[in-house]
């Protein structure tokens, strides 16, 4: 019984020892982050549909400018419309490159750059920026959750002399969680 006492003092003994010591050893401060994958949170999708995909624009002579060219961004998601109406998306310009050429004694020089606004729902969109917070509030023919939006292309005023104009936009949809 003795020995048992002894072995059981000596383990309380080193017990607090060893707190003392690991009190000691953290003096820093850690940081600590953590990366949430957001795909892997939910199971579900969604893409991006624009009708029509691609304009040929007129030219308003007496305006010195493009007709504004309209589209309809379908956002589609694999969302069934039982599930809760507060899932949002938004959408992001992240490329808007349009110039004016012309051809002269040295080939073609560029005339004019980034000719072109786009506007999502009658709101002009810089490019890098992104909409904001839309409801995924109508239901497809298929029963899942679906957005709609407008797309304008509004053109500036071109006062120089022009004869070949061209541009592309690209727009990201991405589920807001």
């Known amino acids: 019984m003795a020995m048992q006492l002894k072995v059981l003092i000596f383990t309380i003994a080193c017990g607090f020892a060893s707190q003392v010591l690991l009190a000691a050893q953290f003096?820093?401060?850690?940081p600590v982050s953590t990366y949430i994958n957001k795909a892997l949170l939910?199971?579900?999708s969604l893409s991006l549909t624009a009708t029509p995909s691609s304009f040929l624009l007129l030219?308003?002579?007496s305006q010195n400018r493009f007709y504004d060219a309209h589209s309809e961004l379908l956002v589609k998601t694999e969302i069934p419309a039982e599930e809760s109406a507060t899932f949002t998306y938004k959408l992001t310009l992240?490329?808007?490159q349009s110039e004016c050429r012309r051809v002269g004694n040295n080939g073609t020089d560029t005339v004019l750059s980034n000719v072109m606004d786009v506007l999502i729902d009658g709101t002009k969109i810089d490019e890098g920026d992104s909409s904001s917070l839309q409801v995924l509030g109508e239901i497809d023919e298929g029963g899942r959750r679906m957005g709609r939006n407008s797309l304008t292309l509004r053109s500036h005023q071109i006062t120089e002399?022009?004869?070949?104009?061209?541009?592309s936009i690209k727009i990201e949809a991405e589920l807001a969680l």
């Open 27 to 30: 003096t820093e401060i850690l």
């Open 42 to 44: 939910y199971p579900y």
């Open 59 to 61: 030219f308003d002579k």
């Open 94 to 96: 992240t490329q808007n």
């Open 161 to 167: 002399e022009a004869f070949d104009c061209n541009g």
